[in-house]
């Protein structure tokens, strides 16, 4: 397995990373960005159409954004207990590198629900 290195590369649309995911580690996974397998995925669809790296970079709060509140998103965040948008409003705050960082340290994939 490779070591967990920051890199704003593996950031995935919805504020994901996929930097330390353990199938990314081991090469069994490109991560969300370079997966073009991950085409059914409308978040990085919209974020593709609108050049954004992330939702970070959309002026419209994720909350209130259809596309990335949707019932996937919901069950995900449940069973995995995440919070993408905690993950977004952390980029927006402090940027990609930062949130790469921080991930990198946290060694996880996302902000955790409280």
């Known amino acids: 397995m490779k070591p967990i290195v920051p890199d704003t590369q593996s ?4 504020g994901l990373y996929c930097g330390a995911c353990r199938k990314f580690l081991i090469g ?3 991560g ?3 997966n073009e397998k991950a085409a ?7 974020c ?3 050049k954004f790296n ?3 970079e959309c002026p419209h709060d994720v909350k209130e954004c259809k596309v990335f509140s949707n019932w996937i998103g919901k069950v995900f965040a449940f ?3 995440s919070d993408r948008a905690a993950c977004i409003r952390y980029i927006k705050e402090h940027g990609e590198q930062a949130f790469a960082k ?3 340290q946290r060694k996880c994939q996302t902000i955790k629900r409280k």
């Open 102 to 104: 921080e991930m990198t």
């Open 11 to 14: 950031i995935a649309a919805c």
């Open 40 to 46: 059914w995925c409308k978040i990085r669809s919209c």
């Open 79 to 81: 069973l995995f207990n």
């Open 32 to 34: 969300c960005k370079r």
């Open 48 to 50: 593709q159409e609108n």
């Open 54 to 56: 992330t939702c970070a």
């Open 28 to 30: 069994k996974c490109p």
